[in-house]
């Protein structure tokens, strides 16, 4: 009876599960025989200069996971207790809970309804409306803290319209540090997406475009920004030998064996890319009547998790219903404002997140993905839409 049940049952489609095809075991085997597993090792080196390379940037440093690269380039960027920074409110928790790991507040910008990503129109009203020169410093009228940075947070494989944002953080004296955890290979206006702002940060992260198990980097074109970003990761050693620290550090940097398969992973990049676009082609063609993430005229996106608004059926039904036929499917993250645990943090706006949110559905997006699965998901979809 089970083994009958068990036929019967369509193979499961995951929402995003990893690519590992390529020299992923030669690598790692490389790293086992040649005994070079842990944080120091030549693929570390060899993964941070292959991506330095592949986006165009002078320095990157491999880090444990996206959350700890957030973490370091806030603080490298001079974030303290107390200040602010602009963050989303539409994102995976992790750049706001950077924030707080700093003693920063996050201060909680809506998003644009057609790209789904930070509304740069609301954050320079904010910047000009609600906040006053202090000092040097720009200050947040209500709150009285000093606003330190924006983070612009690539959401779902598409880039923010960056060249406002950091035109308006050169005239406030902001810092940028620009989670791209989720849109690595996306283009804006034809450059690598994450190389804009004064600091980016990068997850390998297994459901990401790329994969080390888990992981991160820190991309930047600032040198000092590289060596700040690698002597606050490796416990702020300023003297290896003699074990002298002149700062608390973070033990935080990335293994030789992740970083083999980082190695791997990005040679396949250009690959996925194109993967995950004709997957997100094939879904709109599906559905030329369900909105869905736009990308602008000036951007190229990965699609990272292609994702739809339904409005028929409640997203949640819909989403028990397909899970019934083993598709995973996923909603995108409560909006921070509403978020239990970034309580107290202020917001600009909020309805448009909140429309979103409570609509979206992110539909299978692997890389591995064949047409004939997707024909599965494309045809579920239809009839609960029908
Ligand atoms: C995945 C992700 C991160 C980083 O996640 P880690 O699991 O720590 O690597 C950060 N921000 C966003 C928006 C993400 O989606």
């Known amino acids: 009876m089970y083994a009958e049940r068990q036929a019967l049952k369509p193979t499961f489609i995951p929402l995003c599960a990893p690519h590992l095809e390529g020299r ?37 440093v491999a880090t444990v996971n996206g ?7 806030l603080l490298a960027c001079g974030v303290a207790p107390d200040d602010e920074v602009l963050v989303p409110t539409l994102t995976f928790i992790a750049p706001a809970n950077a924030v707080r790991y700093c003693g920063a507040w996050p201060v909680f910008i809506d998003v644009d309804p057609h790209t789904w990503q930070m509304d740069v129109a609301l954050v320079e009203r904010f910047l000009r409306d609600n906040c006053k020169p202090d000092d040097g410093r720009l200050v947040n009228r209500r ?20 060249d406002p944002l950091v035109a308006l953080a050169k005239s406030y004296g902001l810092k940028v540090v620009e989670d791209a955890t989720e849109s690595l290979g996306s283009l804006y206006k034809g450059r690598p997406a ?36 690698y002597y606050l990761t490796t416990q702020a050693k300023d003297d290896p030998l003699e074990y002298v620290h002149n700062e608390i550090g973070y033990n935080y940097r ?9 190695c791997a992973q990005l040679e396949r990049m250009d690959g996925y890319i194109e993967k995950k676009r004709a997957i997100a082609a094939r879904y709109r063609e599906a559905f030329p009547n369900v909105p869905s993430q736009a990308e ?24 028990r219903r397909l899970e019934l036929q083993g598709i995973q499917t996923r909603p995108l993250w409560q909006p921070m404002h509403q978020s239990p645990a970034q309580r107290g943090a202020e917001v600009i706006g909020g309805a448009v997140a909140e429309s979103i949110h409570r609509r979206a559905l992110s539909l299978p997006s692997s890389v591995g993905l064949s047409e004939s699965d997707q024909q599965r ?7 609960i839409l029908a």
């Open 254 to 262: 990335l293994t030789n064996l992740q970083a083999a398969l980082g």
């Open 377 to 383: 998901v494309v045809a579920a979809l239809h009839e």
């Open 194 to 229: 994450g190389t804009q702002g004064d600091v980016s940060c990068l997850s390998f992260n297994g459901n990401k475009l790329i994969t080390t198990g888990g992981g991160g980097m820190i991309v930047t074109n600032d040198q000092a920004l590289v060596d700040r970003t």
């Open 296 to 319: 602008a005229p000036w951007a190229r996106a990965t699609f990272w998790l292609y994702t739809v608004l339904i409005d028929k059926v409640d997203r949640r039904e819909a989403l």
């Open 67 to 73: 959350t700890a690269a957030l973490h370091v380039a």
């Open 143 to 162: 709150s009285g803290r000093r606003v330190a940075a924006l983070l612009p947070v690539h959401l779902l494989g598409h880039p923010v319209d960056m």
């Open 24 to 60: 992923e075991w030669d690598y790692v085997r490389d790293c086992l025989d040649s005994n070079w597993v842990s944080s120091v090792g030549p693929y570390v080196t060899r993964f941070e200069k292959a991506m330095a390379q592949r986006l165009g940037v002078r320095g990157a």
